[in-house]
């Protein structure tokens, strides 16, 4: 069992729709959690990261961590075409020797058509 | 600016053939880290280092190396015991205490 799964997809929604990202994770030492979105042929960015259980919002974006059930989520609002890249969840646990070496989920492909 | 360079964007390798993927940062961190991307699998962690001179396996170590004789550079090789390298390559790079890593453009290498 990989340590962080995540749905492949693809997922195809309309412009505008709201978009439910999901990962599960099976290590309990993992507190620190990460969303990068990666275009096409390029490397990932961060897009968005929590310490421990709780919700963050950045804009049309919104992470959501519960530890208790190992879940995470990253919801878009109102998305864009430009939102169209693949998502990737990571995570590393606390008392780590460097942020860097994280465990990634496989990545969801995401569309979004006008 | 500061980032990640990776080169070339894009590489072809024979077979048997050893092939060294460059990544040069300019944003002054201590750690660099090779993965490997291939469809479905995610990023998997192949070598990092976090101090030059030292360098440390990662979950898909075998068939490659590295070097880190500069803090700022850090190059992967692929060598030939390597039997499946057709993959995307990053590189990236992070500074202790902090949250984000960043990462280069990848290199695509194929084998023909």
């Known amino acids: 069992q990989k340590e962080v799964e995540q749905d492949p997809g693809p997922l195809s929604v309309p412009e505008g729709a709201i978009v439910s990202l999901n990962c599960t994770y099976s290590?309990?030492?993992?507190?620190?959690f990460m969303w990068y979105r990666q275009y096409s042929r390029k490397g990932p960015e961060l897009l968005m990261y929590?310490?421990?259980?709780g919700n963050k919002e950045d804009g049309r974006f919104t992470a959501q961590v519960d530890k208790s059930s190992k879940y995470i989520s990253l919801f878009i609002r109102d998305s864009q075409p430009s939102d169209s890249a693949t998502y990737l969840c990571?995570?590393?646990?606390?008392?780590?020797?460097?942020?860097?070496?994280?465990?990634f989920g496989q990545g969801t492909i995401l569309t979004v058509h006008p | 600016d500061g980032g990640i360079t990776q080169s070339p964007k894009y590489l072809f390798r024979k077979e048997g053939q050893n092939v060294t993927l460059s990544c040069e940062q300019n944003l002054n961190h201590d750690a660099m880290y090779w993965y490997r991307q291939d469809p479905g699998q995610g990023l998997r962690l192949i070598y990092y280092s976090q101090i030059v001179n030292d360098f440390q396996k990662g979950d898909i170590a075998e068939g490659y190396s590295v070097s880190r004789e500069k803090k700022e550079s850090f190059p992967l090789t692929v060598t030939s015991a390597q039997k499946n390298p057709t993959a995307f390559y990053l590189c990236?790079?992070?500074?202790?205490?902090?949250?984000?890593?960043?990462f280069g453009q990848g290199t695509r290498l194929t084998v023909v």
């Open positions: 290590n309990s030492a993992f507190q620190y």
């Open positions: 929590t310490y421990s259980s």
């Open positions: 990571a995570s590393f646990p606390a008392g780590g020797t460097s942020y860097g070496k994280l465990t």
């Open positions: 990236a790079s992070d500074q202790q205490g902090r949250t984000e890593a960043f």
